[in-house]
């Protein structure tokens, strides 16, 4: 893998457009949850998944960026990251109660939370200079979500998980290219992602 190409996965498929990529699948799903709602209700739930977990948290890190707090939006040194990933916690949760408020589907909301678990886990290890992969935990947390689909509402995601799991070898081995990450880091970042959203099928 070259170095530009391996640039190319790392933003293609940034931590970022998780949430979006997340709900999109829920939504695609041919379960009775998702037929109780209109076109108009999804839409809403992607704007505000948008402006909330995507737009302003980037507006925030390009700000911070311009104030010399950070010095890329790569934030490859684990000190940069704290800021950010407290920014990112605190809309997390307000998305969270946004989602509450508005009577978002049980189970869906539950793999929301653990998301947002997520969150606050890597801000609270950057507190301790541990430096996990958030892009591993994103994909690792929509490898956990399928399974997670497939175990409580009994729907097969074998083709999705596939898919998937193949995304986060290709996100895991472009984060090796550029030196952002070790396979240390890597892995546990995966594991957190992917532990945290089978919690789903148990609590």
Not at 33 to 39: E, S, V
Not at 75 to 97: A, G, H, K
Not at 112 to 124: P, R
Request: hydrophobic share 60%; net charge positive; charged share 10%.
């Amino acid at each position: 893998m070259s170095h530009t190409f391996a640039k190319v996965i790392a933003h293609l498929f940034h931590p970022i457009f998780a949430p979006l990529i997340s709900i999109y699948l829920l939504f695609q799903l041919p379960t009775y949850i998702n037929f109780k709602y209109t076109d108009g209700y999804f839409i809403y739930v992607y704007v505000l998944l948008f402006l909330n977990l995507v737009l302003a948290p980037l507006l925030i890190s390009v700000f911070l960026k311009r104030k010399n707090y950070i010095q890329s939006l790569e934030m490859n040194d684990v000190n940069e990251r704290s800021i950010p990933y407290l920014v990112s916690s605190i809309f997390y949760i307000f998305t969270y109660f946004l989602l509450l408020n508005i009577q978002f589907p049980l189970f869906y909301l539950m793999v929301f939370q653990w998301a947002t678990i997520t969150v606050i886990l890597l801000f609270a290890l950057s507190l301790f200079k541990q430096k996990i992969s958030a892009h591993m935990a994103a994909w690792g947390g929509i490898c956990g979500m399928l399974i997670a689909v497939a175990w409580v509402l009994k729907m097969d995601t074998t083709s999705w998980l596939i898919v998937f799991v193949l995304i986060s070898g290709l996100v895991g081995v472009s984060r090796l290219k550029l030196n952002a990450h070790s396979i240390k880091e890597i892995a546990g970042g995966f594991a957190i992602g992917l532990g945290l959203q089978l919690l789903s099928i148990f609590v």
